[in-house]
Every structure is written in C-alpha cells, then in structure tokens.
C-alpha cells in the first residue's frame, strides 16, 4: 500500500455523505487504523489523493461518541480542496489524512462553565466539543451561541432540534430562533457569563466580535480557532529584498506580503496547508533581518530562538535573509 503524501499517513474509506445545508456537506469516515483524536482538533487531508496538495479541515465528528469519524465542509467556489472532497469524492473512495492537529480543543482544559459560540462553518469543532462535554462531562454547565446566515444554512439542523443552543440567524428565523447578528443582548442573555470559559470557532472578523463582547461582559478566558491569518499591512509600493542559501537565490518583492505569498510568488519550494498558522506545515529558517508573527503554533521555544517561522504568519519588516 503506497501512501499517496507522507504528511497524511491514515487511509480513511468514504462511508456516506450527508448534504447538510445547500452548500454544505458531511462525509462519514471509516477509518482503517487507531486515529486518536479530541473533540475540536483538526486535520490536514490529501487533495486529490496528491503527494503536493493538503487541506486542513476541522473534524466534526466526536471521539467515542460518534459512530464514524467526520469531516463537514462548506464548497467554495474555485476551492481546491472542498471542490473535490463536495464533488468528485464518493461512498467508497479512499481519503488521507494526517493525525489529529491543533489546540483548539476542551478536553484538556478543567472548565465547568463553557460558552461556546460558532459562525458559520466554525460551528463544526463546536459541535464535537458540545457533544463531548454533554457526554463526558454531564455535570458541566454549558451554554451554545450559533450564528449563520439563514435557517436553510443551520449545519447539523435535525441535532440542534435535541441540543440547547441560541441559534441566530440573518433571514428567515424559525420558532425558537433570535433573528439578526450576534449582539451585546445575545451574548449577556447567557447567564453568568464572566464566569464562563469561552470557545469561539468562525470567520476572523466574526470570532474578534465574539471576544470584544465576551471580554465586555466580563469573561477572560476566550480560546479562538484560526480560521486563516489577516495581514498586518496590505502590500504597498516598497520593495524587499529577499535571500535564500538552499538554494542560493536572490529577488525582490512588495512590502506587505507575507513570507509565504513571497516565497510562492518567487517559485521557492515550501510545503504548505492550513496557510492559517496552526498546522506547520510552512516553518522557514530566517537567519537575519526583521520580521512579525502573528503565530507561532506547532514551534517550539528553541526554534522560535533560533530564527523559525510559519512563513503564512510572517510579516517581513526588512530585508530578510534565509537559510
């Protein structure tokens, strides 16, 4: 059996699809070896059963509770990734996914008292950590806040009919569902909620929202999933020079690009997924120069000393020299 991209060892066999919303769809996994995982974590997944393309996907299923292991995905147009996994993957197909990724997660954190709060397609780490907490941990207090754009685009529609949760949406509110955005009034509505440990999973600017307005009324601990980096600074008209020792090459780029957006636009070999800073994938060595990061997930303290990055969440500040 040749594994079709290193980075992606566990072969998973299609079991069924389920279309969850017009745009969105869950594709049930059987997975043919152990494949540890916590409810919120994510995975890289082989595109095209490639050796060269890899997305990061959230999985939506929850660890010994749901029957199958679990990938929810909303198509979006000209999406590499989600435009094969919605349109040319079917029951039976092979998938390759890397092991289970990320802390964004509630299983390690001693919390009694949650708030959980999704935005569109975040909602499918929140709904593996919901189930999670109600299964294994009966006695904790937890409150659901689920915003999407209409009734038709609620993800995990018939299981939010047997789940508490506040679902807010834009147009067309059903009984039982606040019409609109999410507010101040929504979220103090929660009771206690200085108390509670947040988990926020959604659109950067949706999740910025949801930690103003939590840290507003009062709560201090707010853990957010990264959906992908925004910029520092939009690219301007200076340019940076930039070198690399392996291979030995010299050239030039805009300000405000990121390290990664550089290094593709320049033909730089740099193995790349999530372009979200959480999955890697992406660690460069800068030996000189000034730069800003806006994660450093996956790296350790000794790398991050001696000069690492994920080129997607680097920002050059200067001239950059790299090994």
């Known amino acids: 059996m040749t594994i079709p991209n290193p980075r992606c060892p566990h072969r998973m066999q299609v079991h069924h699809i389920i279309q969850e919303t017009p745009d969105v769809y869950t594709l049930a996994l059987i997975c043919h070896d152990f494949y540890p995982y916590k409810p919120g974590q994510y995975a890289l997944v082989s595109i095209g059963n490639s050796p060269d393309t890899v997305r990061a996907y959230s999985l939506s299923s929850t660890p010994g509770i749901s029957p199958f ?185 805009l300000a405000g690009l990121s390290l990664l957006e550089v290094l593709e636009q320049n033909q730089v070999a740099v193995n790349s997924a999530c372009r979200a800073g959480v999955c890697g994938c992406c660690k460069t060595r800068i030996t000189k120069g000034k730069y800003q990061v806006s994660s450093t997930a996956t790296l350790t303290a000794q790398e991050i000393a001696e000069g690492y990055v994920l080129a997607c969440a680097c920002q050059p500040q200067s001239d950059l020299e790299l090994a």
């Open 69 to 253: 292991l679990s990938l929810t995905i909303r198509r979006i147009e000209n999406g590499t990734g989600s435009q094969w996994l919605t349109r040319e993957v079917h029951i039976g197909d092979e998938l390759w996914l890397s092991e289970a990724l990320g802390e964004f997660t509630c299983a390690d954190k001693p919390a009694h008292h949650w708030l959980l709060v999704a935005g569109g397609c975040g909602v499918t780490p929140v709904m593996s950590m919901y189930r999670w907490l109600q299964a294994k941990r009966p006695g904790d207090d937890v409150q659901v806040i689920y915003c999407a754009r209409s009734a038709q685009d609620i993800i995990f529609a018939r299981e939010w009919e047997t789940r508490p949760a506040t679902l807010v949406v834009e147009q067309g509110a059903r009984a039982g569902m606040l019409s609109g955005r999410l507010t101040a009034e929504v979220v103090n509505s929660i009771p206690n909620v200085s108390g509670r440990t947040v988990m926020t999973c959604g659109p950067a600017p949706f999740m910025a929202q949801v930690e103003t307005l939590a840290r507003e009324a009062g709560a201090t601990e707010i853990h957010k999933e990264v959906f992908f980096v925004p910029p520092v600074n939009q690219a301007g008209s200076g340019k940076l020079t930039f070198t690399t020792h392996s291979p030995l090459k010299n050239f030039q780029a």
